[in-house]
Protein backbone atom coordinates (compact mmCIF):
# COMPACT_ATOMS: atom_id res chain seq x y z
CA UNK A 1 0.00 0.00 0.00
CA UNK A 2 1.10 3.26 -1.25
CA UNK A 3 1.60 6.02 1.53
CA UNK A 4 2.13 9.31 0.28
CA UNK A 5 2.57 12.37 3.01
CA UNK A 6 3.07 16.24 2.34
CA UNK A 7 4.60 18.52 3.99
CA UNK A 8 5.77 22.25 3.23
CA UNK A 9 2.47 24.17 2.71
CA UNK A 10 2.00 27.81 4.58
CA UNK A 11 1.24 30.86 4.64
CA UNK A 12 3.36 33.38 2.26
CA UNK A 13 2.54 36.41 0.67
CA UNK A 14 1.54 36.98 -3.21
CA UNK A 15 4.79 37.30 -5.06
CA UNK A 16 6.33 34.75 -2.86
CA UNK A 17 7.54 31.21 -3.04
CA UNK A 18 6.82 28.21 -1.35
CA UNK A 19 7.92 24.10 -2.22
CA UNK A 20 6.30 21.21 -0.96
CA UNK A 21 7.48 18.23 -0.49
CA UNK A 22 5.61 14.21 -1.12
CA UNK A 23 7.39 11.54 0.13
CA UNK A 24 6.54 7.93 -1.07
CA UNK A 25 6.51 5.18 1.45
CA UNK A 26 5.22 1.67 1.57
CA UNK A 27 6.06 1.00 -2.67
CA UNK A 28 7.06 -2.46 -3.22
CA UNK A 29 7.39 -0.53 -6.92
CA UNK A 30 7.69 3.46 -7.57
CA UNK A 31 4.50 5.07 -9.13
CA UNK A 32 4.96 5.39 -12.76
CA UNK A 33 3.34 8.97 -12.05
CA UNK A 34 3.17 11.28 -9.26
CA UNK A 35 1.50 14.49 -9.29
CA UNK A 36 0.28 17.33 -7.23
CA UNK A 37 -3.72 18.76 -7.16
CA UNK A 38 -5.34 21.44 -5.48
CA UNK A 39 -8.74 21.94 -3.88
CA UNK A 40 -10.10 25.33 -2.95
CA UNK A 41 -13.32 25.60 -0.98
CA UNK A 42 -16.25 25.08 -2.76
CA UNK A 43 -14.78 24.07 -6.11
CA UNK A 44 -13.05 20.90 -7.34
CA UNK A 45 -10.07 19.25 -7.68
CA UNK A 46 -7.91 20.61 -10.17
CA UNK A 47 -4.55 19.42 -11.52
CA UNK A 48 -1.62 21.32 -11.06
CA UNK A 49 1.54 19.42 -12.54
CA UNK A 50 2.38 15.87 -12.92
CA UNK A 51 5.59 13.92 -13.26
CA UNK A 52 6.41 10.40 -15.43
CA UNK A 53 8.79 9.42 -12.56
CA UNK A 54 11.24 6.97 -15.17
CA UNK A 55 12.33 10.03 -17.98
CA UNK A 56 11.10 12.95 -15.95
CA UNK A 57 8.01 13.92 -18.38
CA UNK A 58 6.03 16.49 -16.88
CA UNK A 59 2.88 18.61 -17.06
CA UNK A 60 1.42 21.47 -16.03
CA UNK A 61 -2.02 23.52 -15.47
CA UNK A 62 -2.10 26.55 -17.88
CA UNK A 63 -2.82 28.38 -14.75
CA UNK A 64 0.71 27.53 -13.19
CA UNK A 65 3.04 27.12 -15.94
CA UNK A 66 6.27 29.12 -15.95
CA UNK A 67 5.83 29.78 -12.03
CA UNK A 68 5.60 25.90 -10.91
CA UNK A 69 7.74 23.52 -11.53
CA UNK A 70 7.72 19.81 -10.53
CA UNK A 71 10.58 18.00 -9.99
CA UNK A 72 11.66 14.43 -8.23
CA UNK A 73 14.57 12.67 -6.28
CA UNK A 74 13.64 9.21 -7.23
CA UNK A 75 16.51 7.72 -4.55
CA UNK A 76 14.09 9.37 -2.23
CA UNK A 77 10.87 8.13 -2.98
CA UNK A 78 9.88 12.09 -3.31
CA UNK A 79 8.58 14.68 -5.25
CA UNK A 80 8.64 18.69 -5.09
CA UNK A 81 6.63 21.13 -6.66
CA UNK A 82 8.25 24.53 -6.28
CA UNK A 83 6.10 27.53 -6.37
CA UNK A 84 7.12 30.74 -7.18
CA UNK A 85 5.30 33.95 -7.92
CA UNK A 86 2.58 33.02 -6.16
CA UNK A 87 -0.81 34.57 -6.35
CA UNK A 88 -3.67 34.99 -4.01
CA UNK A 89 -5.81 32.12 -6.31
CA UNK A 90 -3.05 29.67 -5.40
CA UNK A 91 -4.42 29.46 -2.29
CA UNK A 92 -5.75 25.81 -1.67
CA UNK A 93 -5.33 22.55 -0.08
CA UNK A 94 -2.64 21.01 -2.11
CA UNK A 95 -2.39 16.75 -2.23
CA UNK A 96 0.45 14.75 -3.37
CA UNK A 97 -1.32 12.01 -5.52
CA UNK A 98 0.44 8.67 -7.21
CA UNK A 99 -0.44 5.83 -10.05
CA UNK A 100 0.32 3.24 -12.21
CA UNK A 101 -1.20 4.48 -15.75
CA UNK A 102 -3.92 7.90 -14.72
CA UNK A 103 -4.30 10.69 -16.93
CA UNK A 104 -1.56 12.58 -15.80
CA UNK A 105 -3.56 15.81 -14.37
CA UNK A 106 -7.13 13.56 -13.83
CA UNK A 107 -7.84 13.62 -10.11
CA UNK A 108 -10.53 10.85 -10.56
CA UNK A 109 -7.54 8.22 -12.44
CA UNK A 110 -5.17 8.41 -9.26
CA UNK A 111 -6.00 6.03 -6.15
CA UNK A 112 -3.31 7.09 -4.06
CA UNK A 113 -3.49 10.45 -2.04
CA UNK A 114 -1.68 12.16 0.64
CA UNK A 115 -3.28 14.12 3.31
CA UNK A 116 -3.22 17.77 1.70
CA UNK A 117 -1.04 20.44 3.05
CA UNK A 118 -2.35 23.99 2.93
CA UNK A 119 -1.20 26.84 0.71
CA UNK A 120 -2.60 30.08 1.71
CA UNK A 121 -1.30 33.38 -0.28
CA UNK A 122 -1.96 36.91 0.99
CA UNK A 123 -2.51 39.69 -1.30
Known amino acids: QVQLVESGGGSVQAGGSLRLSCAAS????????MAWFRQAPGKEREGVAA????????WYADSVKGRFTISQDNAKNTVYLQMNSLKPEDTAMYYC????????????????WGQGTQVTVSS
Open 26 to 33: GVTRSPKF
Open 97 to 112: AADQTPYPLVATTYNY
Open 51 to 58: ILTAGGRT
